[in-house]
């Protein structure tokens, strides 16, 4: 699963520290993180970013979910919510208990869709939200994220067979590859009982 | 701290069916379609204060000078009111508009941006670009980029600019592409003024909001006639009566000035000597031969450079004052002559 969490540039300490609790939590749940609030080029795998560019979309329409701080709402968080609501990306806009973000004078509740969580956070329910909205909220199943590079030489007709069964799809080879093995390892009785369902 | 939201004006001229199937309120054909079009696209409204003006709501191939000077006249009248502006168009004839815009608007205070939906309206007449890109969204796809386009135009760009899917791109050098490739649009010389990630990012060569005084130049003359020679053309002497009663320009192509057979650069010059200015086209010209007394346009795309013969042509007469308004590069339009250019 790909998040993009995005919170506006701030020079509060406490909007800071909030920031980070988001991030643990989208860390430890083994999510694909991009986010403005860490460095300066958001991350994202290579392989994403090529398919992007072949098919003219934007990065922002790859991720699977997006997560707004908006307690200090700008033009950005704007866009967003506005992008989410529109191509309907599940999205969490959380801001902080007490305080009523700008973006609430141009957004009723009305017109906030069922993919758009609009919630108001404390310090001590912060990372539940966040948490909760991974888990299920979004309605999108967590995947494990490919992360352990694995080099593998294959002969030239391996290659030629990847390429024909990759053609006119939206899979590249690795992805294949990858179904491939994880549907031997769902069939295979032996691993199932060996793994026993640990990690 | 409250954040201002940028007012902005949307002109409908065409391009606005937002979904295949073109129910009521998916095409603004008329001033009347406006407010249930908005209706559909009312996230906008996080992103900016809208106001709407109608433009041009028939055939896009159809666009042309007229609608250029009206799309051009309102963005005058209406400078000092708004931040930005957003002109939906129709795709097909999108570049030719995006150059008359940029020739007619300089000292831009504020974006002009310009986008469309590539889906064609029920009584519209074929597909220009791939399902591919767009289509695994649908109409999805296409709200998602109008609401990419409003978001550059309330960005610090101050030129006139074309969004279409990730790219954005100078409007006096957009080009359009083959029919069903994922993006309806290129650049000429292949470098884009910024890209939309997850947010729009500028590259460093592009012209900033600024406190100037927009300058409008709305004059056109749309009675060009355009010429591309190929081997084998034979005699112009059928189109003299079209250039004696109706042309105030002709705009020639051809691959080299080598592969025109003297007698069409003979009857061309005739023309030409008669008052009706004849303006060669190419990439680059190594030379310009001092025998032959034309107009000489380059470094530019063959869009641009057709539409800025028009719009020079609209501005003077004089042909050492016309040379001269071809070789400035008014809009951003030049490209050097190494530089790699769109088929």
Redo the contacts between chains.
């Keep these: 699963m790909k998040v993009y969490f995005y919170g506006p540039v701030t020079n509060r300490r406490d909007l800071e520290d909030d920031y980070d609790s988001i991030r643990k939590v989208l860390k430890r749940a083994d999510v694909w993180l991009s986010s403005n609030t860490e460095r300066q080029e958001v991350d994202l795998p290579a392989e994403e970013r090529e398919r992007a560019e072949a098919l003219e979309q934007p990065l922002l329409e790859t991720m699977d979910a997006i997560v707004v701080n908006g307690t200090h709402s700008d033009q950005q968080a704007g866009y967003l919510v506005a992008f989410a609501i529109t191509t309907k990306k599940p999205t969490l806009f959380l801001y902080q208990r007490g305080t009523v973000p700008d973006l609430f004078r141009h957004l009723t509740a009305k017109a906030v869709p069922k993919w758009v969580r609009v919630v108001a956070y404390t310090d001590q329910n912060l990372e539940r939200q966040v948490e909760a909205f991974l888990a299920g909220a979004a309605g999108v199943a967590v995947k494990e994220v490919p992360r352990i590079k694995f080099t593998l030489r294959i002969t030239r007709s391996i290659e030629r067979y990847l390429a024909f069964r990759t053609q006119n799809t939206k899979l590249t080879k690795a992805d294949w590859l990858r179904q491939q093995i994880e549907r031997l390892m769902r069939d295979d009785d032996q691993w199932r009982k060996f793994d026993g369902g640990k990690e | 701290?409250?954040?201002r939201?940028?007012r902005i004006a949307i002109l409908f001229c065409g391009g606005t069916t937002l979904d295949e199937r073109d129910r009521p309120g998916d095409t603004v054909r008329a001033p009347k379609d406006m407010d249930r079009w908005l209706a559909q696209?009312?996230?906008?409204?996080?992103?900016a204060s809208i106001e709407p003006f109608f433009v041009y709501g028939g055939e896009g191939a159809a666009i042309g000078a007229k609608q250029w000077v009206q799309v051009a006249g309102t963005i005058g009248r209406e400078a000092k009111r708004f931040d930005g502006f957003f002109v939906l168009h129709a795709i097909d004839t999108l570049a030719y508009s995006a150059a008359a815009l940029s020739f007619m608007l300089q000292k831009l205070p504020v974006p002009v941006v310009m986008t469309g939906s590539p889906i064609v309206p029920k009584e519209g007449r074929r597909q220009t670009v791939s399902k591919?890109?767009f289509g695994?969204?649908s109409s999805?796809g296409v709200?998602?980029n109008?609401?990419?386009a409003l978001?550059v135009a309330?960005s610090e760009v101050a030129e006139v600019c074309v969004v279409?899917?990730?790219?954005i791109f100078r409007g006096s050098q957009v080009t359009m592409n083959r029919p069903g490739a994922?993006?309806a649009f290129d650049s000429y010389d292949r470098i884009v003024l910024g890209?939309?990630?997850?947010?729009t990012k500028f590259f460093s060569h592009y012209v900033r909001r600024g406190d100037r005084a927009l300058k409008v130049s709305p004059k056109f003359d749309p009675n060009v006639l355009q010429l591309d020679v190929q081997p084998g053309l034979p005699s112009l002497q059928p189109l003299e009566s079209a250039v004696r009663s109706k042309a105030h320009g002709v705009f020639v192509t051809a691959m080299h000035i080598t592969a025109i057979p003297q007698r069409t650069l003979d009857a061309l010059a005739s023309w030409h000597r008669r008052g009706v200015p004849v303006a060669l086209y190419a990439h680059h010209f190594a030379e310009r031969p001092k025998q032959l007394p034309f107009l000489f346009v380059e470094l530019m795309s063959p869009v641009a450079a057709l539409v800025k013969f028009m719009w020079a042509r609209g501005q003077t007469s004089d042909p050492k004052r016309l040379q001269k308004l071809l070789d400035q590069d008014s809009a951003g339009e030049h490209v050097p002559p190494t530089s790699p250019r769109a088929v």
């Excluded at chain 2, 279409?164 to 790219?167: C, D, E, K, L, P």
């Excluded at chain 2, 890209?195 to 947010?199: C, L």
Aim: aromatic share 12%; glycine share 12%; net charge positive.
């Design positions: 701290m409250a954040f939201r940028k696209m009312g996230e906008m409204e996080i992103i591919e890109g695994q969204y999805l709200k998602a109008l609401v990419n978001q309330v279409f899917g990730s790219r994922l993006n890209k939309i990630d997850f947010g």
